[in-house]
């Protein structure tokens, strides 16, 4: 009989039932890290939120803990919307995180420390007792229902605080900024950090510092010369997340995007597919950043009630700044590798013009697999009409069905074994005007036979020249989940599909080349992933 929840994740973050949303105060505290996550305990959609919380060594096991945060008190008697942590001086985590006090969602913002520091799982929060500290008045010109996701704070030279709060004012999305000395009374700032006309409400702002040589992360309160600035906004609007690289002017207290704005036709992603309400923190251990975020459902809500859950939390993955300072660059935490078994490699070979094979030996509902190509004759790309500027519906226009010279070619994950459903992953080349241009495409529309989900195809352009550089590919294929990156993490998507028949050991993992010429596999190396312990105990209520 087949699986009763064949949707479930193996190796992705995810409570045993119920709704989760936006990850919350992410952190590393005594050599352990802390999730906390938006959940509502009473069921599949979202409401009632608190703060719910787990914790991990590697970032991909997890330990549950009590609700962290739930409401409590007159300043989040209505909910325990999201924000961050911050450590202060001598270790010492705090928390602010948004407060609802009405029932017509009217936004504070509140604080909380840990109760006993000698822990280190955090497990009790104490509220501060003058919550608010911030709050939208007619004197400060904030919209009680658009002010929310306070940031971690960063530290300047002059020893003041700064956090920034996502708000709009009418369409002009904007991050707040609020400035404090002991961080409990806070002061508005006249002028925002930054805003952007038309964006729509700002959700969970991120605003960090990244080095400008290596890998390696910094943390928050880090200036000077040897860094950029990143800003990061969620759209409320169109639920996709747009960043920018920049300088932080810090006399002026504003951020200024090297190009572009937080835009919603412009911008960067971190992700073109689904994924929101992100959030970076430092890894002073490891001296890396991290970025959290959460993956939604793509499935009916009849159907998340049916199945009693909702929401995911995508793999941890490191960030840094791209060596040509113009985009970010992702990968999935090392730790995920621990989870890897039964390796399977394919010797390098071609795929010729409309071939397939299959990558067998691991489980295809539950893998990694890696693949890199090498192109043997580009100059057979066809030609890149310069109107096509939107990478999403030229994927959609060009699926995995629609074949040119140089690609559709990659991986066909969670395919069924007469391919009635697959989710294709997969690279085209054009000819472009000085340069080859690549397009990344991540196609659900023969993902299921549930014509309930939603199947939209997603794409991106990838900053890879293919005359100099292997084009190389990574997914991470869990159930119900494919999270790919594209060129060593240049572009990144990640995908919710539900097959009917590509479900369990019905499953099978392909490697494809549908253009009409041949391609070269320099390696595929594909591993079964072990399951995570992320819930081992079944927890009935965790308050
Ligand atoms: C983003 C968001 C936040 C808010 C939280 C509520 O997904 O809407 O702006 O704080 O979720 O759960």
């Given at each position: ?74 300043s ?7 924000g961050s942590?911050t450590?202060l ?5 705090i928390i602010l995180y948004t407060g ?7 936004q504070v913002q509140n604080l909380a420390v ?13 509220k501060y007792?003058q919550n608010p500290l911030m709050e939208p008045t007619?004197e400060n010109?904030i919209?009680?229902?658009?002010f929310r996701d306070p940031t971690t704070a960063w530290l300047g030279?002059d020893n003041i605080w700064r956090v920034i709060i996502g708000s ?7 991050a707040v900024l609020y400035r404090s000395r002991d961080f409990k009374k806070w002061t508005k700032a006249k002028h925002p950090l ?59 207290d ?290």
């Amino acid at each position: 009989s087949p699986p009763s929840q064949p949707y479930r994740t193996g190796y992705h973050f995810q409570p045993p039932k119920n709704w989760i949303n936006d990850p919350n105060g992410p952190m590393i505290y005594k050599g352990i890290y802390h999730l906390f996550y938006q959940y509502n305990p009473k069921g599949a959609v979202w409401g009632n939120i608190v703060w719910a919380h787990s914790t991990s060594t590697d970032l991909i096991n997890w330990t549950p803990h009590p609700h962290a945060i739930y409401p409590s008190q007159p300043s989040d008697h209505y909910g325990c919307w999201s924000g961050s942590a911050t450590i202060l001086p001598g270790d010492k985590p705090i928390i602010l995180y948004t407060g609802i006090i009405d029932p017509e969602n009217t936004q504070v913002q509140n604080l909380a420390v840990p109760k006993n520091l000698s822990d280190p799982y955090l497990r009790e929060w104490v509220k501060y007792p003058q919550n608010p500290l911030m709050e939208p008045t007619i004197e400060n010109e904030i919209n009680g229902s658009s002010f929310r996701d306070p940031t971690t704070a960063w530290l300047g030279h002059d020893n003041i605080w700064r956090v920034i709060i996502g708000s709009k004012i009418h369409r002009k999305g904007l991050a707040v900024l609020y400035r404090s000395r002991d961080f409990k009374k806070w002061t508005k700032a006249k002028h925002p950090l930054h805003s952007a006309k038309d964006t729509g409400m700002w959700e969970c702002p991120d605003f960090f510092p990244v080095s400008t040589s290596g890998q390696n992360g910094v943390d928050a309160s880090t200036f000077g010369p040897n860094v950029k600035h990143v800003l990061k906004a969620s759209l409320d609007d169109t639920k996709h997340e747009y960043y920018t690289i920049g300088t932080y002017n810090i006399t002026l207290d504003r951020y200024f995007p090297d190009k572009g704005s937080v835009d919603s036709d412009s911008g960067l992603r971190y992700d073109y597919g689904k994924y929101y309400a992100s959030k970076t923190f430092f890894d002073h251990e490891k001296n890396r950043r991290i970025l959290l975020g959460w993956i939604n459902e793509s499935s009916s809500v009849a159907d998340d009630i049916k199945k009693g859950w909702a929401g995911v939390q995508a793999i941890p993955r490191k960030i840094w700044l791209d060596k040509s300072r113009k985009q970010l660059v992702q990968w999935p935490i090392v730790e995920l590798e621990k989870q890897r078994e039964n390796h399977v490699q394919l010797p390098s070979q071609f795929l010729k013009g409309g071939s397939r094979i299959e990558v067998s030996g691991v489980t295809p509902v539950q893998a990694d697999v890696e693949i890199s190509f090498e192109i043997p004759d580009l100059k057979k790309a066809e030609v890149f009409n310069p109107s096509w500027t939107d990478p999403q519906l030229l994927c959609s226009q060009k699926g995995a069905s629609v074949k040119s010279a140089l690609g559709p070619f990659g991986l066909l994950a969670l395919a069924s074994k007469d391919l009635q459903e697959y989710t294709a992953i997969f690279f085209k080349i054009f000819k472009g005007k000085d340069k080859y241009v690549v397009l990344m495409c991540s196609d659900q529309s023969r993902s299921s036979l549930n014509d309930d989900n939603d199947k939209t195809t997603y794409g991106a352009f990838l900053n890879v020249d293919p005359v100099h550089e292997k084009l190389s590919l990574r997914s991470l294929i869990d159930h119900s989940i494919v999270e790919s990156f594209g060129g060593g993490g240049k572009a990144c998507i990640a995908a919710r599909v539900y097959p009917t028949l590509a479900i369990d050991k019905n499953a099978h993992l392909y490697a494809f080349n549908y253009g009409t010429e041949k391609v070269k596999i320099l390696n595929l190396n594909a591993w079964s992933m072990k399951k995570a312990h992320i819930f081992e105990s079944v927890i009935e209520d965790l308050k």
